[in-house]
């Protein structure tokens, strides 16, 4: 009987440190800080149009501390499923001036972003996917600011 006590005890212990490191791991990655894939054309040059891994940190974004050029990871407001990265380019009450359409022409619209809104665009304007197209996003849809590649090596440091 004692010998069993002995194992259940171990197993409780073991199972213990499993549980505490999963839980460090969802603080960390929800709170903290997260790896995020950027993909595609709309940040070229800033990303790789095959993928970077950049790490984004969620304590800037809780703070409200994003500013105009920061690069953030936002989930998208057309398929909430989506994360996609994209820089700051207006904040609430700042008038920004866009094309509608930089392909086909050169007609400019002007808006005012409204309170609790930020204006994010891609840094390829001819093949982003950004607020040109839904308007400005709710700052609450911002997941993190992204400062730091991952990957592919050549490119690792600081993206500040």
Not at 38 to 46: F, Q
Not at 63 to 82: A, I, M, Q, T, Y
Request: contains cysteine; proline residues 7%.
């Amino acid at each position: 009987m004692g010998q069993w006590r002995t194992m259940a005890k171990e197993l409780l212990d073991r199972s213990m440190i499993v549980v505490r490191f999963f839980c460090l791991l969802h603080v960390t990655d929800n709170y903290i800080c997260s790896p995020t894939i950027v993909y595609g054309p709309s940040m070229l040059p800033t990303f790789n149009l095959s993928g970077d891994v950049v790490l984004a940190e969620h304590i800037s974004t809780q703070l409200g501390k994003v500013g105009l050029g920061d690069l953030v990871v936002v989930r998208s407001p057309e398929n909430p499923r989506r994360i996609v990265t994209k820089r700051v380019v207006g904040m609430e009450g700042d008038t920004v001036s866009f094309f509608l359409d930089p392909r086909k022409s050169d007609r400019c619209r002007r808006l005012v972003v409204p309170k609790g809104h930020l204006w994010i665009q891609g840094d390829n304007v001819y093949a982003s996917n950004d607020s040109r197209h839904y308007g400005p996003i709710p700052y609450g849809l911002v997941q993190g600011k992204v400062f730091f590649r991952v990957w592919p090596p050549d490119g690792f440091g600081s993206l500040e």
